[in-house]
């Protein structure tokens, strides 16, 4: 069974730094994809950016990029530039269905 | 495009009621997923639906739980004699294939107090 580990429940960062969240998943499968969403206040779960297993290239949208290490299975987000926005939970997900249990960033101004 | 609608949004249920919550996805959708997220806790996956079909259902509980996704209408998940362990919140999220690689979208939950 594929499992999803994030091992940092809550981290806090000063609003314009730059942040790493990580997550290490446990797999047979060769071809995949792995997710990070966030979940603000509101509740409402959003994309943060997908990786395909396939490919070498790290994701990148815009200030949120991934260290993807296939062979260590690991799957980490980095944040850059922070903003109060950001203030989330933010949930790894292996093929979209299996999820991490979270990790609570707090952006502080 | 409406997104995916859950409702209701807020439940309330003493014990040994029934609690129903619905889901519709996305237009264009025709594959659900139900996911449980206890407070402070993160998203465990209860089941996977394709239209009149049961996928995947191996995070779903025995007993008192149930999920159908009809060919006409919402999906729906029924927790018969809730039992305070059962509040939390549901989430429900859509995709147009059942391909892993497909990005979820996510309702917006509903939230289940058991009394």
């Known amino acids: 069974a594929q499992t999803v580990t994030q091992s940092q429940p809550e981290m806090s960062v000063q609003e314009a730094e730059t942040v790493t969240l990580s997550c290490t998943y446990d797999?047979?499968?060769?071809?995949?994809?792995l997710f990070w969403y966030k979940q603000p206040p509101s509740r409402q779960m959003i994309l943060v950016i997908r990786q395909e297993a396939y490919k070498q290239q790290n994701a990148t949208e815009n200030r949120f990029s991934v260290n993807f290490q296939k062979a260590a299975k690991s799957f980490s987000l980095k944040i850059s530039d922070s903003q109060l926005g950001d203030t989330a939970m933010y949930f790894c997900?292996?093929?979209?269905?299996?999820f991490g249990a979270g990790t609570r960033l707090t952006v502080k101004p | 495009n409406a997104g995916v609608m859950q409702n209701p949004r807020h439940l309330v249920r003493r014990r040994g009621q029934e609690a129903r919550l619905r889901c519709s996805p996305m237009?264009?959708?025709?594959?659900v997923y139900w996911y449980r997220q206890l407070p402070e806790e993160g998203l465990k996956f209860m089941v996977y639906l394709q239209k009149e079909n049961i996928i995947d259902e191996s995070g779903m509980p025995k007993e008192r739980f149930s999920a159908e996704f009809p060919k006409e209408g919402p999906s729906i998940l029924r927790i018969q004699q809730v039992v305070r362990g059962d509040s939390a919140a549901y989430f429900c999220a859509s995709s147009p294939s059942p391909s892993g690689a497909n990005v979820l979208t996510f309702g917006a939950g509903s939230r289940l107090t058991v009394l």
């Open positions: 797999t047979s499968e060769s071809n995949y994809y």
């Open positions: 997900a292996f093929w979209g269905m299996r």
């Open positions: 237009k264009g959708h025709s594959h």
